[in-house]
């Protein structure tokens, strides 16, 4: 019985950048309770086959990470009390409830990139990362890739090793790219009301008010998104929470209610306008699609890239998305010899999209969005590699840089082999008994050690009650009253027409700008205590 729950739970875990969880129902995108994770979690360290599962540890970092929904201020003493009692016995089936000791050392292509002591004993070191600058890495990695050895010493305990890269691409992500997150963008027409509408457009006149909208749409509930538009030098953003813009705008300043009703649906954004870029925050952003928009005013002719908008995850950044990238005309009115044309702009993206071998009819050449609906991967893509939405392919970044479909590039289509595991400086494997609470197989599980869980649980169950019998005893100020039921959905469900009349929750958020770069390598390994 234990074995089937177990693996009922497993069945239902999702991988989430280098974290999982296990959802609330088969199919789910949004994340059980902490209470059933840490259930979960228990019941899998108590079996061996479980516990070396490679799930299983990436369920633990994620209740390690202690984030909290929108509508808590703080975890509830309970969840708290059984995240602990969770992560106890994870820690005896992997070797690190008495004392974690790990001689560990990385290397890639005789380049030794980590090579420390990781301990729970004075002097305690349990978390360390080392990054490299790029001309330091050896020279021939850009074809052989990333190929990570691990070689770990004589010691017992558990560590968990990730490694980055920080990359700027070759060439520009022209088509929508897709890594966790679809990111969709178009440029509206206003109606008479001032909301973004009508079909998808290219050219505008000096002095038109247009209206960006962008789609973000996540399988999964994710806490800190980011979401960021550069907007091109022919467009200028109107920021209405300044009077001469809202005026502009049509809008009263300081925007309208959307606000207010974020905060009580838990989902609001907080948005900064510069004259080169427009981002979003969210600290909780549910899974489904979320719309936002901004006005601009288009300025000086002249034909402009049309970059595309990136989401990401704050926490993991690895989880993100790119819209497609497209060119922009602002259409000269007077009759002069130098006056940029609609055929000329046709023109310009013909010859963009022979350069970079794209078909650029799939980013909105034409009017409408019918050919903008995003292609989606026959399977999942390899982890080095991302699906593209427009053609519906899984591409990979090759040798030279560039985007090409996994089987074409260098790299293998697959996720890659795993890194290697070695033992430090030619020892031999270790294969010692079991530490003491280690679990090895059920017959062997050290009686002392399952009266210890055991006890301690209960103890929680005692504690959770409690608990319980407070809350229900004190009555919360401003509750809603016995006779009235409150809604258990965390948002409504708008259809398309009603979707386009959303507007984006915003407020101000002054800051100077970021520019984000550079290359380099990345490394980090950590072990639980």
């Given at each position: 019985?234990?074995?089937?729950?177990?693996?009922?739970?497993?069945?239902?875990?999702?991988?989430?950048?280098?974290?999982?969880?296990?959802?609330?129902?088969?199919?789910?995108?949004?994340?059980?309770?902490?209470?059933?994770?840490?259930l979960?979690?228990?019941?899998?360290?108590?079996?061996?086959?479980?516990?070396?599962?490679?799930?299983?540890?990436?369920?633990?970092?994620?209740?390690?990470?202690?984030?909290?929904?929108?509508?808590?201020?703080?975890?509830?003493?309970?969840?708290?009390?059984?995240?602990?009692?969770?992560?106890?016995?994870?820690?005896?089936?992997?070797?690190?409830?008495?004392?974690?000791?790990?001689p560990?050392?990385?290397?890639?292509?005789?380049?030794?990139?980590l090579?420390?002591?990781?301990?729970?004993?004075?002097?305690?070191?349990?978390?360390?990362w080392?990054?490299?600058?790029?001309?330091?890495?050896?020279?021939?990695?850009?074809?052989?890739?990333?190929?990570?050895?691990?070689?770990?010493?004589?010691?017992?305990?558990?560590?968990?090793?990730?490694?980055?890269?920080?990359?700027?691409?070759?060439?520009?992500?022209?088509?929508?790219?897709?890594?966790?997150?679809?990111?969709?963008?178009?440029?509206?027409?206003?109606?008479?009301r001032?909301?973004?509408?009508?079909?998808?457009?290219?050219?505008?006149?000096?002095?038109?008010?247009?209206?960006?909208?962008?789609?973000?749409t996540?399988?999964?509930?994710?806490?800190?998104?980011?979401?960021?538009?550069?907007?091109?030098?022919?467009?200028?953003?109107?920021?209405?929470?300044?009077?001469?813009?809202?005026?502009?705008?049509?809008?009263?300043?300081?925007?309208?209610?959307?606000?207010?009703?974020?905060?009580?649906?838990?989902?609001?954004?907080?948005?900064?306008?510069?004259?080169?870029?427009?981002?979003?925050?969210?600290?909780?952003?549910?899974?489904?699609?979320?719309?936002?928009?901004?006005?601009c005013?288009?300025?000086?002719?002249?034909?402009?890239?049309?970059?595309?908008?990136?989401?990401?995850?704050?926490?993991?950044?690895?989880?993100?998305?790119?819209?497609?990238?497209?060119?922009?005309?602002?259409?000269?009115?007077?009759?002069?010899?130098?006056a940029?044309?609609?055929?000329?702009?046709?023109?310009?993206?013909?010859?963009?999209?022979?350069?970079?071998?794209?078909?650029?009819?799939?980013?909105?050449?034409?009017?409408?969005?019918?050919?903008?609906?995003?292609?989606?991967?026959?399977?999942?893509?390899?982890?080095?590699?991302?699906?593209?939405?427009?053609?519906?392919?899984?591409?990979?970044?090759?040798?030279?840089?560039?985007?090409?479909?996994?089987?074409?590039?260098?790299?293998?289509?697959?996720?890659?082999?795993?890194?290697?595991?070695?033992p430090?400086?030619?020892?031999?494997?270790?294969?010692?008994?079991?530490p003491?609470?280690?679990?090895?197989?059920?017959?062997?599980?050290?009686?002392?050690?399952?009266?210890?869980?055991?006890?301690?649980?209960?103890?929680?169950?005692?504690?959770?009650?409690?608990?319980?019998?407070?809350?229900?005893?004190?009555?919360?100020?401003?509750?809603?009253?016995p006779?009235?039921?409150?809604?258990?959905?965390?948002?409504?469900?708008?259809?398309?027409?009603?979707?386009?009349?959303?507007?984006?929750?915003?407020?101000?958020?002054?800051?100077?700008?970021?520019?984000?770069?550079?290359?380099?390598?990345?490394?980090?390994?950590?072990?639980?205590?």
């Amino acid at each position: 019985m234990k074995r089937v729950t177990a693996e009922a739970l497993l069945s239902r875990t999702r991988v989430q950048g280098p974290t999982a969880y296990v959802a609330s129902a088969e199919g789910s995108m949004h994340s059980a309770s902490r209470w059933v994770q840490s259930l979960a979690l228990w019941l899998w360290s108590g079996l061996p086959s479980y516990a070396q599962n490679t799930m299983v540890p990436l369920v633990a970092t994620q209740l390690l990470s202690a984030d909290r929904s929108p509508w808590q201020r703080s975890l509830p003493p309970r969840d708290l009390i059984m995240v602990s009692v969770s992560l106890l016995a994870f820690d005896s089936a992997t070797g690190s409830s008495v004392e974690a000791d790990i001689p560990l050392q990385i290397v890639t292509q005789s380049k030794t990139l980590l090579n420390v002591e990781l301990r729970s004993a004075p002097p305690k070191l349990l978390t360390v990362w080392t990054a490299w600058p790029w001309s330091e890495l050896p020279d021939t990695l850009p074809k052989s890739g990333m190929d990570l050895e691990i070689q770990v010493g004589t010691g017992s305990g558990l560590a968990i090793v990730s490694y980055a890269m920080d990359l700027i691409p070759v060439k520009p992500f022209l088509e929508p790219q897709f890594k966790g997150i679809m990111v969709q963008k178009i440029v509206q027409k206003l109606d008479t009301r001032g909301h973004c509408h009508g079909p998808a457009v290219h050219i505008a006149e000096p002095g038109q008010l247009l209206c960006v909208t962008i789609q973000i749409t996540s399988p999964d509930d994710l806490n800190e998104v980011e979401v960021v538009d550069l907007v091109p030098a022919g467009l200028e953003p109107l920021d209405e929470a300044l009077a001469a813009a809202a005026a502009v705008a049509g809008e009263d300043a300081g925007g309208d209610n959307a606000f207010v009703w974020g905060l009580l649906l838990g989902r609001s954004w907080k948005r900064t306008v510069r004259r080169d870029f427009v981002r979003w925050r969210s600290a909780y952003m549910w899974g489904g699609t979320h719309t936002l928009s901004f006005n601009c005013i288009a300025n000086a002719p002249g034909v402009y890239s049309l970059p595309s908008a990136k989401a990401h995850s704050v926490k993991f950044p690895e989880v993100m998305g790119f819209s497609g990238a497209a060119s922009f005309l602002v259409e000269d009115t007077a009759e002069s010899p130098n006056a940029v044309s609609a055929p000329m702009l046709q023109q310009f993206r013909r010859n963009v999209g022979a350069a970079f071998q794209v078909d650029l009819g799939l980013l909105g050449a034409t009017e409408g969005v019918a050919s903008m609906l995003p292609v989606a991967c026959p399977q999942a893509c390899p982890a080095a590699g991302s699906c593209n939405l427009a053609k519906g392919i899984c591409e990979c970044v090759s040798s030279s840089g560039d985007l090409l479909p996994c089987e074409d590039s260098t790299q293998e289509p697959g996720p890659g082999p795993a890194p290697t595991q070695k033992p430090w400086r030619h020892q031999e494997p270790r294969v010692p008994h079991p530490p003491e609470g280690h679990i090895e197989d059920p017959e062997a599980l050290d009686a002392s050690h399952s009266q210890t869980v055991v006890f301690v649980l209960l103890l929680a169950v005692v504690a959770a009650g409690i608990y319980s019998y407070m809350a229900r005893m004190k009555t919360p100020r401003n509750f809603a009253p016995p006779d009235m039921e409150l809604s258990s959905e965390p948002f409504a469900v708008l259809d398309e027409e009603m979707t386009a009349h959303v507007r984006s929750p915003l407020t101000v958020e002054e800051g100077p700008r970021q520019h984000l770069g550079g290359a380099g390598a990345l490394a980090a390994t950590e072990a639980a205590e």
